[in-house]
């Protein structure tokens, strides 16, 4: 019996450290879709016509970050063919690590902080002049990345701009690019189908909030979720996709003619997913690394109202989503405890199963060798 101990504290150590991971989805210039630290590993799933038939390429390769960090998020910068990655890696949170998309080498930019908070923050990286936005805490700030596609060797500040018109109670920004605009969802007061933007140019909070109606009637809920904007062949985002937390539909939303149009929403319901966009597709990682696609096409609400979201089988082939995870959820012995740590390690307080947050594939493998030892300590 000497041994459960031993075995217990082994897996809620395992479990508690491969509840971190969190892996992402970008894409290159050229709409490749690329997938970074699922499995533990950094994919090339090529682009669109190769997903349900290909198989991605192992793009792993050395000073990549380990994607071992809750929140890792990641931004295409079109014009430079880059991808960056915040909070990619645990032992430095502030740095931001950039992907050569075309070299197929990673660096590390260092960024000084000040009372940006790396760990609590909503960001868009703004098209045309490569400068993100973030809003943490009360304050919105900006870091220009120039026109970097590795990292300079002097550290980058994350600017102070103002403190956000927001009420407090606005903990959880929704935040999405389009028009060199960023459109706030779910700011309090403001009703569903509004958005409240700041102009990045001007640097200004527009005073009123825009509205974005449905011709159907159904424009967008005023709750929280995730967005990506869809990308042009050239030119700045003019449209991008809210799905809220519950995933009961797609929203697109147009800043050209001030439209919503609503779609299926994805068929994993997970509201730990997160979401990017090329011009044609809107691809989602859910919590388990599972991949899926929605094809858009922009301008043809008839097309995307037909549209299926899709397994990427490229991926799933080569880094397969555990189905582990589910035996281990399943299961009696040990696998409680670890489900627990997962979800309040990575909790966004939001709503529907936190649990491991994007974790994926990693916590997957954790809640696996979760249940085996805790089964064994039951036996013991
Ligand atoms: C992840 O982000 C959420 C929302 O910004 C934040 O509340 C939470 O503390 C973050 N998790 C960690 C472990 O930093
Ligand atoms: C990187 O360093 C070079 C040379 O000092 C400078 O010209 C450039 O502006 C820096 N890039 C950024 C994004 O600050
Ligand atoms: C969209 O709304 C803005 C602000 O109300 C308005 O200035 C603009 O003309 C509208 N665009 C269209 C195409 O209706
Ligand atoms: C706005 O433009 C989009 C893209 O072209 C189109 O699908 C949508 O029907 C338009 N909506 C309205 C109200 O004009
Ligand atoms: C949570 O996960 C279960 C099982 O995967 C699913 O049936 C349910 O719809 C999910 N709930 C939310 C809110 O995502």
């Known amino acids: ?23 992402c989805v970008s894409f290159d210039a050229n709409f490749n879709l690329l997938v970074f630290g699922l499995d533990g590993k950094d994919w090339n799933a090529g682009t669109q016509d190769s997903w349900s038939s290909g198989s991605a390429t192992d793009i792993t390769t050395s000073g990549r970050p380990s994607f071992d960090a809750p929140n ?4 295409l910068s079109q014009y430079y063919n880059a991808v960056y990655v915040m909070n990619g890696d645990s032992s430095d949170k502030s740095a931001v690590y950039i992907y050569d998309a075309a070299k197929k080498s990673w660096s590390t ?45 002097s550290a980058l500040s994350w600017v102070d701009v103002e403190t956000d018109p927001f009420p407090s109670s ?14 706030f969802l779910d700011v309090p007061n403001v009703p569903a189908g509004e958005a ?6 001007f640097s200004y909070f527009q005073p009123d909030a825009q509205s974005y109606p449905a011709s159907s009637g159904n424009s967008f809920p005023a709750a929280h979720g995730k967005t990506a904007s869809f990308f042009q062949s050239e030119g700045v985002q003019q449209e991008f996709a809210f799905i809220p937390d519950d995933g009961s539909a797609t929203y697109v939303i147009n800043v050209e003619n001030n439209s919503t ?12 997913s997160v979401y990017a966009a090329s011009i044609s597709a809107l691809v989602q990682l859910d919590s388990s690394g599972n991949l899926y696609f929605f094809p858009y096409t922009e301008g043809d609400a008839s ?7 899709t397994k990427v089988q490229a991926v799933s082939k080569v880094a397969p989503a555990s189905s582990a995870a589910a ?23 939001t709503s529907g199963n936190t649990s491991g947050a994007p974790a994926a594939v990693k916590v997957s493998r954790g809640l696996a060798a979760a249940g085996v030892l805790g089964i064994v300590g039951y036996l013991l």
């Not at 902080?113 to 400068?131: C, E, M, Q, R, Y």
């Not at 149009?261 to 730990?272: I, L, N, Q, R, W």
Request: aromatic share 10%; hydrophobic share 40%; charged share 10%.
């Open 1 to 23: 019996m000497f041994r459960l101990p031993t075995l217990v504290s082994l897996f809620a150590l395992a479990a508690a450290k491969l509840a971190q991971a969190t892996p």
């Open 72 to 75: 890792t998020t990641c931004y």
């Open 109 to 153: 930019q260092s960024v000084t902080t000040g009372k940006f908070d790396p760990s609590n923050f909503v960001a868009v990286l703004d098209h045309d002049t490569n400068v993100f936005y973030a809003i943490s805490g009360t304050d919105l700030y900006f870091l220009n990345m120039g026109s970097e596609t590795t990292a300079n060797s």
């Open 170 to 183: 606005y903990t959880a920004p929704v935040a999405a690019l389009a028009q060199n605009h960023i459109h």
């Open 196 to 201: 409240k933007i700041f102009v990045i140019h």
């Open 261 to 272: 149009t609503s779609y299926a929403g994805p068929t994993s319901k997970d509201a730990g």
């Open 303 to 309: 097309a995307n109202t037909a549209a299926a979201w």
């Open 327 to 349: 035996s281990a959820t399943g299961g009696h012995s040990g696998s409680g405890s670890a489900t627990g740590s997962a979800g309040s390690s990575s909790s966004t307080g």
